[in-house]
Each structure stands twice: as C-alpha cells, then as structure tokens.
C-alpha cells in the first residue's frame, strides 16, 4: 500500500511538473510565428511522461501494471498537433523498444503511431466543431484511443494469439487509456486554466492601469460615488471642468454644489430617482463653475460592482456648452427661418434631380391663388408651358443642365384674372454629403408690381431723354466720379471737334484735356494747361456759371449745379444774341454816359459862372430890388442844379455805378451846414425851420458825407416846399445802444427825423412816392416843380448806405419822415483833425496860403479868384497844365486847384506831372471839373490829386475844401505873386 501511495505521489509529482511546463512552454512560445517550437516543446514533455510511467509502471495484483502512456501520447496529438504528436511517439517508441526488445517491441511502436494517429485526427476535429476539453471528453479520447491502438496487438502475433492477449489486456489496457487521458488532461488543462487566469489577472490589471490612466487624462470628468449618490473619487478633469478639487468634493453631493438657478428640476428629480433605484441614467443639464460660470453638462451614470460586491456609481461627465449652444444656435436659425419665410411675401422652393417640385412654401397660394399641392410633383416644363422652349429660357435650361446658380431670372405667366403676373425666381444647386446631386433650391416672389413701376420708369425716362434731345441749349450729366451719363444733341452740335468723346463713362478732365488739344476753345499753346486747371475747378465748385467764347464766334453761357446724387448737371447755353445786345446795350449805356458827362460838363461850366458871379453880387452893396433879383438868379441856378444833380444820380442809380465813399466828417458841421441856407429859405417862406440835435457835441462819424447831406438836403427841401405855414424840424438821435440791429465793432445807428406841417400825403399814396418821376399828385408838378425823383434818390441812397427809411403822414396835418443810417467809428487821429479843421472854419480866419489855380474857363478863374482871396490867400492863375506844372517848381505853392480840360495839357497829366517833382509829392492838388460822375472822380484820384470839387461849387464848399486838403505841418510865408504871361490874374 505504502508502495501505491509512493508511486502515486511520484505520479502527480510527473504531473505537476508537466503541467507547470506546459504552461510556462505556451507563454514562452505564445506568439503566432512560435507555434511550432511551442508544439515541439509539448510534444516532447509529454513523450517524458511516457518514458517515465513506462519505466516505473505501478504493479497491480493481477499481475499487470497501471502505466499511462496511452494518454499522453494521444493528448500530445490534440494538445500539440502533428509535430508534438511525432515527438511524443518517438519517445514512446524508443521507451518501448528500450524496455520490451525483440519482436514483440514493434507492436508497441506501432501503438504510439496509432495514439499519434489518433490524437491528431481528433484535435482536428476539436478545432473544427470548437469542441471544449472537458472530463467528458478527456474520457472519450481514452475510450476511442484504445479502440485505435487495437490493430498492433497483431502486430507480431496470429489472429488468434492477438485476440487472447486482447482478451487478457485489453480491460487493464482501456482503464489506463481513460485514466491516462483523464489525469494527463486535467492537470494540463489545470496548467492552461492557470495560465489563462494568470494571464487574465494580468490583462486585468494592465486594464485597470490602463484604464486609471485614461480616467485621469481623459477630457471627460470621471465621479466614482456610492450607492447614495455621496462622492468617493473625481479625476482631473472634473476638477478643471467644476473648479472643485477631490478634496473639496470627497464625501459630498455633487448637487449641492454644482447646481443652480438654471438647472432643470425635473432632470435634478429624475437623478436622485435613478440612484435611489439603483438605476443609472443619461442626462443633460446646466451646471455652474466654481466661479460662478454657468455650462451645459451631459452625465452618462452606471452602477457597478466591485471585487467585494460592493455598489457603486460611475459617472461620466462631458462639457457639451457648445453643442448645446450650436444646437440652440441651430433650433434659433430655423425658428429664424421659419419666421422669416412666414413674413416674407415670396415663396421658398425646392426640386429634385428631375427638376420636378418636392417643396413649395405656402406664400405661392397668395401670389398665385393656386394650392401648394397643384405645384408639388410637377416639373418647371409643366408649370411653365410652351414658354420653357422658348429662348428666353434657354439660359435658364442650360444653367440648371450644368448645374450653375441662377439669379433673379424673370418671367412672365398668366395671372389669375388672365392679366400677365411677372415673376422672379433666383436658385441653387444643392448635394448630399457624397456630392451627389440632388436638385435645386430657391425662392420665387411676384414683381409684377416693380415691373409695372419698372416699365413707368422705362416711358418716363424715355419722355426725360427725349425732352432733353427736344432741348434748345447743350445739356450734360455727370456722376459722381465725374463720367459722363449722357447729353443731348446740342451738346454734341456744340463740341462737334470732340463728339466722338461724348460717350457714356468718359472722364471729364479727359474730355475738356483732349477738346482743348484739338482746338475746340480759343486758346494759345502756352495757356492750354493754365485753362485745363481753370476749367476743372470751376467744374469742381459744382454750382458756377461762366461764360466762354467758342472759335465760331459763339458765345456761351456754362451753368453747373450739383446733383442730390453727388453728380453734375450743365447747361451750355448759347448766348450769342444776348452778349451781342449786352454789348449794345452796353455800348448805348456808355454813350449815354459820355452824353451826360458832356452835358453835366457843358451845363455845369456857365452855371458855375453864373452862381459863382451871383455870390459875389450878394457880397456887395445891393439895394432891395437888386439883392432881390440876385437871389433869384440864385434861387434858380440852385433849383436848376439840383436837377441836373437828380438826372445825373438817377442815372447813375439805374446804371449801378453809384459808389460810396468812407471818410471821417463831424455830424455838427455837417448838419449846421446844410441848416443855414434852409433857414434862410424857410423865413423867407415865412416858416420855422428848428434843429433838435440830441446827439453829443463833437461826434465824428465815419460814412459817407455827401450822400448824407444829399439825403438831409432833399427831404429838407421838400418839407419846405410843400409846408405854407407852420414848422418843420430836423432831429437827430444816436440810437446806437437802443438798437437791436447788427452794427460793426463800435459801429453808430443815427436816427434823422424831418418833420414838417405841410400838406400830407393821401394813404394810397404813400407807398409811390418813392417811384422815380413820381409825386404825389399830378398837380404838384404843375404847382411846385421838380423832377419827381428827390424821394427816390433819398431811398436808393439809404438803402445803398445799409440803412432804411419810413414815412408817416395825414392830409393837411403834415409828413414826418424818418431815416435810420449805420455809420462807423471815427479814431482818434481823425477826431483830432477834424477838431483842428472846424476850429479854424469857425474862426473863418485860417492862415493864408499861396495858390496856384489851373483854370481855361476866365469866368470861373474869377470866380476862384475872388472866393480864395476873400479868405484872405494868396492866388496865382495859369490858363493850361504846361504852365501849371511850370508855376509849380518853384515850391511857391501851398494848395493847387486843377481844372480837368484844358489846351496844351489836361489837368490828369498835369497832375502826374508834378508829382514826379519833389515838391510836387506833398502838396495838396483838388480837381476842378464840371463832371459828376464818381469814376470820372476815381480816375482823377488815381492821377495824383488829393481830392475833386465839382462845379458849380459855392463859397462854403470850397473853403472846406481847402480846409480838409491843405497841409499842416507846412510853414506857410505869404509872398507877392510873381508875374505870369499867360492869362488874366
């Protein structure tokens, strides 16, 4: 017994060691390209366990021996295929041959052939049906492996001999077969189910490790809780995701801390459910950031079980904000869509790749008044009709035949009522995500409306163009990049030299530059590129006019305006008729002007003898009736004087040629002035004339004088002519700070009131009075005189000096006029001089001068004569210029009065004359002429001469004269005047 017990413990020793062998073979030799080293390998061990059990074979009472070798010789086959099943053999049959020998050797080594045999055809047979080693099968492999070995106990022995050794054997034989294969197979399956737990465990473990890895570098956060929903574990990522470390949420419910306003409750409700139950679940639901930041959230929870079987719950937690937003993005855009598919008066449109509908939005029914379903299915020929064939569709066919996008393709169909309904239809082609064709998408709407405009549009701009083209003068429009839009046929008519330039989209500058070049203007080479720039700015202000010569003789007159658009619109308008009788008018105006200047001149120069001779009458000794009659030749020279002025101004009014002149004069002087010679006519009228002067004494204004007591003077002169009794009085005020008008720095508003008790004027004609050559009533001229032009003048002159002028009035009660004049501020250097000069008219006694008078006229030489040696000066008189300039050089004169038309020399070129002496630079020469024209005066100044008294001048208005123009800072020496052979003293 204890010899069984040995031998057995020997046998699972073998066994063990096998099986450790196997094991360690198959995962040394475990790849693919190993196999057969691997089958080799385990061939051979299991030909040692023959060798082994065959050599120390287990006695049995009978006499037999238990040795195994059966099975391993038949598991070498299914375990390690052909190779390992030879290997296994030759072990076996050299053991055989080594133990047994002779003959009966043989029939062992065919035996293992035929266990090699066996098992390999079996384990084919496993592997093909995927037949599992088990007991059962371990058992069967014994039992048909000693049926196979059968044939080799008649090996070396007859049928007979063969069949009692079968006999005798064959139980011994099979029990060891089966209990061979059994124990053999168990311990190498034993050793492969160890190696494949082992291998198992260590997949496992690479796994967790694997998985651990992925868990913690994985985007996704990872929460491991338990079976409460109580946190155990978190990875990284969940701590980037909430801003929460495992140490801050270990031990806690993620609720309460990542959750808020936002979150959806019903989904908090179904999580805490689901966990209760011990479900998991897939969620999506707004979370917050440790910071406050909200994010969208997709959680995918699953219990699990660990090794112990304890509960768990894993959850897997992805950041999907930007999903959900583009999906909200998404969801908003259709929602968009829709709405505006809704709103839009087209239609949306969608077919297939046979061009036949599959889509139509329900604004077709409102445009068309049929349903969406009469379109669906239909292809664009239906639809369309004849009309699909015709070229106006070919473009259409061909763009969706080569699949091109279409836009804005317009055409016509009948609309409900039979009338023709016009629509436009833009599209696209659209594929699937393998490129594939799959139709055309796009929107139709109704422009029968627009085209209806559209066509009004198209007869209107065909009327515009051709009342343009019906259009006597040149038109042209240009954009606002200055290109040419279009002109008319009389523009081209115009610029016949540069027609084939007028075409649409040519440059301005290019236009005039290459005109100019071929000479459609009247220009020399040198002033071509002067004129260019010329002309380009002028264009440039956009709202101009000027005038141009053409080469023919044509005249024309060029206005160019802006347009809204930023554009030009210019007319070239042919003016030639109109420069022509500009020209004669202007030739007709300046003989007229010559005419007056002539009479003025020829009335001016006896009527300045015959006033001059008259004053100095009155300064003799007169009796009554000879005093009488010298007034009247006064009296009458003045009124004819003053009718010569009136004519003369009026002229001048309408001509536009009266221009003001600027000086510095005291307001006292002025009006004390003009005050005596009315005080003297209204006594002898038997009437009052009062002067109410409320402005401050002294006040030097700066205006001009002369309009102003031009203006004084009519209104008094026509306040005394038409009062028979009563009063009339002149007022004066400085409303300069009472006045809300816009006045220069330091400007002054003087206010002059003429107020008489005459006889009045009617109210209906008030407002004429102011007519030129009109009065206010017929009779007056016939009773009083006068041209009728005193008022109007007083007007023109007011209005010319910016000021206004306002009549009040009733019949037989009296007239007040009222004039209001800005003047400016005098300096102080002015004010000084103009102290100096009325002292010395006050005294009437200022120091003498020597002068020389230049004067053909013997009349009028007397009458200076006798003024100036009356104020106690010293005169010398030359008949010409020549000798004037001669007198002149010997510095004898202090003051130089110069008649303008004289023999030999004119006063203007004698003037020039002595002033190109050094004596002549600084004495004073005023011109004497009988011309009243202001730039017949302006000329004259240029001369040379320092002022113009014009004839007939009286005795006050040459001594001023003399007194504003004389010199001051020169010394004066009163010298005998030296003979002169040429004229009268």
């Keep these: ?87 296994a053999m030759l072990f076996g049959a050299a053991a055989r041959w080594y133990l047994v020998g002779g003959p009966y050797a043989m029939g062992g080594v065919v035996g293992f052939a035929l266990y090699a045999a066996f098992g390999i055809v079996a384990g084919v047979i496993f592997r093909k049906y995927n037949i599992q080693t088990t007991i059962y099968t371990l058992a069967g492999l014994g039992l048909f492996g000693s049926v196979a070995v059968v044939p080799a106990f008649f090996i070396n022995a007859d049928f007979d001999l063969g069949l009692k050794i079968l006999q005798k054997a064959g139980p011994i034989l099979l029990v060891n077969n089966i209990f061979g294969t059994l124990i053999v197979g168990l311990f190498i399956m034993g050793g492969n ?139 908003e855009s259709e929602r968009r869509f829709r709405d505006f598919a809704e709103a839009s008066s087209d239609w949306l449109w969608e077919m297939d790749a046979d061009s036949r509908i599959t889509f139509i939005s329900e604004q077709i029914e409102v445009a068309t008044g049929k349903p969406v379903s009469s379109f669906i299915g239909k ?62 998408r796009g929107t139709g709407s109704d422009i029968t409306a627009q085209q209806s405009i559209y066509d009004r549009a198209v ?51 290019d236009i005039i530059r290459i005109s100019a070049a071929r000479g459609q203007n009247i220009l020399k080479a040198d002033e071509i590129e002067e004129w260019i720039a010329r002309r380009i700015m002028d264009h440039s202000v956009k709202n101009a006019e000027h005038e141009r010569e053409m080469p023919n003789g044509q005249w024309l007159k060029i206005s160019e305006s802006a347009t809204p658009q930023g554009g030009i619109v210019g007319f070239h308008i042919d003016i030639t008729q109109l420069k022509l009788a500009k020209q004669n008018a202007e030739a007709a105006s300046h003989a007229k002007s010559n005419f007056l200047s002539t009479m003025s001149h020829e009335i001016r120069t006896p009527l300045n003898g015959v006033l001059g001779i008259a004053q100095l009458l009155a300064d003799t000794h007169l009796d009554e009736d000879q005093r009488k009659k010298v007034n009247i030749i006064l009296s009458s020279g003045q009124t004819l004087l003053a009718i010569i002025n009136d004519v003369l101004d009026m002229s001048k009014i309408e001509a536009g040629g009266i221009e003001l002149e600027n000086h510095a004069f ?102 004429a009075i102011f007519d030129a050559f009109a009065q206010e009533d017929n009779s007056i001229t016939r009773k009083y005189g006068g041209t009728g032009l005193g008022l109007t003048i007083v007007k023109q002159l007011t209005e010319l000096m910016g000021g206004r002028i306002a009549v009040s009035s009733e019949l037989n009660v009296g007239t007040v006029f009222d004039v209001y004049i800005p003047f400016g501020s005098a300096s102080s250097a002015e004010v000084a001089n103009i102290s100096l000069r009325d002292d010395d008219s006050a005294n009437h006694n200022p120091e003498p001068l020597n002068v020389l008078i230049a004067e053909d006229n013997e009349v009028n030489a007397i009458i200076a004569k006798a003024f100036l040696e009356k104020f106690g000066h010293q005169v010398k008189h030359v008949v010409n210029g020549k000798l004037a ?20 020399m004119d006063g203007v070129d004698a003037t020039k004359a002595i002033r190109e002496t050094e004596f002549g630079k600084t004495v004073p020469i005023v011109g004497l002429t009988a011309e009243a024209f202001a730039e017949r005066h302006a000329l004259f ?18 001594f001023e004269t003399l007194a504003i123009h004389r010199k001051e800072d020169r010394r004066r020496v009163v010298r005998e005047p030296e003979p002169v052979p040429s004229g009268p003293a």
């Design 1 to 87: 017994m204890v010899q069984v017990v040995i031998h057995i413990t020997e046998a699972l020793g073998v066994l063990t060691i096998l099986m450790l062998g196997v094991v360690g073979v198959q995962k040394y030799f475990g790849s693919e390209s190993r196999s057969m080293a691997r089958n080799a390998a385990i061939g051979a061990m299991l030909g040692l366990v023959i060798v082994i059990v065959m050599l120390d074979p287990i006695k049995l009472s009978e006499g037999g021996t238990f040795d195994p070798r059966g099975g391993p010789a038949i598991l070498a086959g299914v375990v390690a295929g052909p190779v390992g099943a030879f290997i």
């Design 193 to 331: 189910r160890w190696q494949k737990v082992s291998q198992q465990l260590q997949n496992e473990q690479a796994e967790n490790a694997r998985l651990a890895l992925i868990a913690q570098s994985t985007t996704n956060g990872i929460v491991v809780s338990d079976d409460t929903g109580v946190t155990e574990w978190v990875n990284k990522s969940f701590e980037r995701m909430t801003g929460f470390s495992l140490d801050e949420v270990k031990g806690q419910r993620l609720g309460r801390l990542l959750q808020g306003a936002d979150s959806d409750p019903q989904v908090i409700k179904e999580m805490s459910d689901k966990i209760r139950q011990k479900e998991g679940f897939d969620v999506t639901l707004v979370n917050y950031h440790k910071n406050g930041q909200a994010y969208w959230i997709h959680i995918e929870c699953h219990p699990f079980h660990e090794a112990d079987g304890t509960l768990k719950f894993m959850a897997v937690q992805t950041d999907v904000s930007s999903q959900v937003k583009a999906q909200q993005a998404l969801r």
């Design 379 to 440: 292809t664009r020929e239906e639809l369309t009709g004849d009309d699909y064939h015709t070229d106006k569709w070919a473009e259409m066919r061909d763009a969706i035949k080569s699949r091109q996008p279409f836009k804005d393709f317009q055409y016509a169909r009948s609309g409900q009522n039979g009338s023709l309904q016009y629509i436009s239809t833009s599209g696209v082609p659209y594929y699937d995500e393998n490129g594939l064709f799959c139709g055309y």
């Design 459 to 509: 007869q209107a701009e065909e009327q515009l163009r051709t009342a343009i083209e019906s259009l006597e003068d040149g038109f042209v429009l240009y954009d606002a990049d200055d290109r040419l839009i279009l002109c008319n046929e009389k523009f081209r008519q115009i610029y016949a030299l540069c027609e084939d330039l007028l075409i649409p989209g040519q440059r301005f500058s």
């Design 666 to 767: 005291s307001l006292d002087s002025l009006v004390s002035g003009i005050a005596s010679p009315f005080q003297t006519l209204a006594e002898n009228k038997g009437l009052k004339l009062e002067v109410n002067n409320q402005i401050a004494s002294g006040l030097v204004i700066e205006g001009d004088s002369v309009r102003l007591r031009q203006i004084i003077w009519n209104l008094l002169s026509n306040a005394i002519k038409f009062t028979n009794t009563g009063t009339i009085t002149l007022t004066l005020e400085d409303l300069t700070d009472q006045s809300d008008n816009d006045l220069p720095p330091d400007g002054q508003l003087i206010h002059f009131s003429v107020k008489d008790s005459g006889l009045g004027i009617a109210p209906d004609r008030i407002d």
């Design 885 to 904: 300039v001669e007198a002149a050089k010997d510095g004898w004169a202090d003051f130089i009065l110069m008649d303008i038309h004289m023999p030999e």
């Design 941 to 958: 100044m240029e001369a040379g001469m320092n002022g113009v008294l014009t004839k007939p001048f009286t005795e006050q208005q040459l």
